[in-house]
């Protein structure tokens, strides 16, 4: 069973930065997709940044140029820099994980971004 635990969120104003960070376990296996998704209160969950494996990450239009989706495979860990944040910004932050058809959660981690 994969589990995946965020951290790194807070309260930041807005044009400051924050980095996510997020270590899935659980499996000896490299995990092929995995990508950070947000959802804001009376909102959908909506995929911010991510990426399968070996292929250039995909952004959310909302978040280009200023957030930075990473990882590094050998510790199947993601990572999300996020620079010049907005208010907009503000949202619970998930990491997901696709391995062999099954998918993981985190349980998320908050970042509120003030003006």
């Known amino acids: 069973q994969v589990q995946l635990v965020e951290s790194g969120g807070g309260l930041v104003q807005a044009g400051g930065s924050l980095r996510l960070s997020c270590v899935a376990s659980?499996?000896?296996?490299?995990?092929?997709?995995m990508a950070w998704y947000r959802q804001a209160p009376g909102n959908q969950r909506e995929l911010v940044a991510g990426s399968g494996w070996g292929g250039s990450a995909n952004y959310a239009d909302s978040v280009k140029g200023r957030f930075t989706f990473s990882r590094d495979a050998a510790k199947n860990t993601v990572y999300l820099q996020m620079n010049y944040l907005k208010p907009d910004d503000t949202a619970g932050y998930y990491c997901y994980a696709r391995l062999m058809g099954e998918t993981y959660w985190g349980q998320g981690t908050q970042v509120t971004v003030s003006s």
């Open positions: 659980g499996t000896t296996v490299t995990i092929n997709t």
